[in-house]
Structure formats: C-alpha cells, structure tokens
C-alpha cells in the first residue's frame, strides 16, 4: 500500500492552525471493523513518536489540539493551534496490509 | 516505565554482518510484537520485519528477505536484527518499537536507534 503526503512541507506562525493530508492507495478499513491508520512524530534528533492511533484517537499525553480524520483512503491530521515544540516530521503509517508502509514525512517549521 | 534499550553505532565494511540489540523493560515480552524499522540519512522511515516473541514468528519485508534475520532471547526481553551482506545503502539508523499482540497497531514505545554505518 502506497501512502501519500502533503505537503512535504509546512511553515507557520506559532498560534495558527496546520493541516497535513495523507492518501493511500487501497482501503485501510479491515474487516475488524478498524482503519488501521497511524500519525507519528519525529522531532529533531529523536525517534518517532505516536500521536494518533485509528484514524482519531489520539495517544496518551498527546495534547488535544493534535486530531486525526478521515476514512478509507484519504485522511487528515490537525493541529489548531501549532506550538514551537510541534516542529518535526509527521509520518503516517498503514498497518492495514503487510508491509507495513509510511507516507514520505512532512517536515514543519516554525515561521 | 517501559524500556526499549538499543546498542550502539556499529561501523561495518561492505559485505561483512551486523547484529543489533534491542532490550525490553517494564512489561511482558511476549505480549508485544517487535518490529524494525530503519531510516537512511535525511530520509523517511521504512518497515523492515517483525518478531513475535510469543512463538518467534517472523516477517520481513521483500526487500530485506534473505538478508535480514530477526531473533529474540525471551529469558532476557531482548529481540535481535542481523544484516547480512551489508551495502553502502544499508547505512541508516535501525529503531525496535513494539506493537500490541492484542488490539490495534500502536508503536507506542520506540528505542533510541542504532546507527550502522557501512563504509570501506
């Protein structure tokens, strides 16, 4: 399964809003009833973190201006409002079908 | 807490074999499959295979089979990623993370990352 981002790319202004979009080439909606469709979080220097689990549910201590949507092929990750500390690549994952795949990342910067 | 404990940066030359460790602490061993996944410099993350501990099986992505060997020693939480053959593209930081054997997919533990670095 092929998962495509965009952009690949993101500057904003601390406080304003950041929409990351993510497109896989087949369904990622299992007969479980589950879309297996994940967000993680590399910042600088550091290893992946998880943000958001099934399409929506976000993570453990993950604050709540992160939100992930969407369904079947094409889904969304939010951020309302960006912070300094958001900066980082956002990858999104597909366990729907072995191999697991991730989409190319989307690096974000502060402006 | 929960522990993913990785060994350190291995300088290897091409064609010789690289072993990497991956520590668990703070839960069940045998409750949560291990994957690998790696990442060249500047690049994005790629799935490299799995390993269950519960009852060791495996699975390897295309590209890496033949190649890639993932092991575990229960008795001491700790899974094992050997490359063999190793190329100038085999250079890239390898990370364990762990995957619930029971529910959904979440890799919420990730160790620090192992890099390999393969130069004549």
């Known amino acids: 399964i092929v998962m495509t981002q965009t952009p690949l790319s993101l500057s904003v202004t601390p406080g304003q809003p950041a929409s990351i979009s993510c497109k896989s080439s087949?369904?990622?909606?299992?007969?479980?009833?589950?879309?297996?469709l994940y967000w993680y979080l590399q910042k600088p220097g550091q290893s992946p973190q998880l943000l958001i689990y099934?399409?929506?549910n976000r993570f453990s201590g993950v604050p709540d201006r992160f939100s992930g949507s969407g369904s079947g092929t094409d889904f969304t990750l939010r951020i309302s409002r960006v912070e300094t500390d958001d900066v980082g690549v956002y990858y999104c994952?597909?366990?729907?079908?072995?191999?697991?795949?991730f989409g190319q990342g989307t690096k974000v910067q502060i402006k | 807490q929960v522990q993913m404990v990785q060994s350190g940066a291995e300088l290897k030359k091409p064609g010789a074999s690289v072993k990497v460790s991956c520590k668990a602490s703070?839960?069940?061993?045998?409750?949560?499959?291990l994957h690998w996944m790696r990442q060249a410099p500047g690049q994005g993350l790629e799935w490299v295979g799995y390993?269950?501990?519960?009852?060791?099986?495996?699975h390897y992505a295309q590209k890496f089979r033949g190649r890639v060997t993932l092991t575990g020693d229960t008795s001491i939480s700790t899974a094992y990623m050997e490359l063999n053959g190793l190329r100038s593209d085999d250079t890239a930081i390898y990370y364990c993370?762990?995957?619930?054997?029971?529910?959904?997919?979440?890799?919420?533990?990730w160790g620090q990352g192992s890099l390999v670095t393969v130069s004549p």
């Open positions: 993370t762990r995957d619930p054997a029971y529910g959904g997919d979440e890799l919420d533990y």
């Open positions: 703070g839960y069940t061993f045998t409750d949560y499959y």
């Open positions: 390993f269950y501990p519960y009852n060791a099986d495996t």
């Open positions: 087949q369904s990622l909606l299992q007969t479980d009833g589950k879309t297996y």
């Open positions: 099934e399409v929506s």
């Open positions: 994952m597909q366990s729907r079908q072995l191999p697991w795949t």
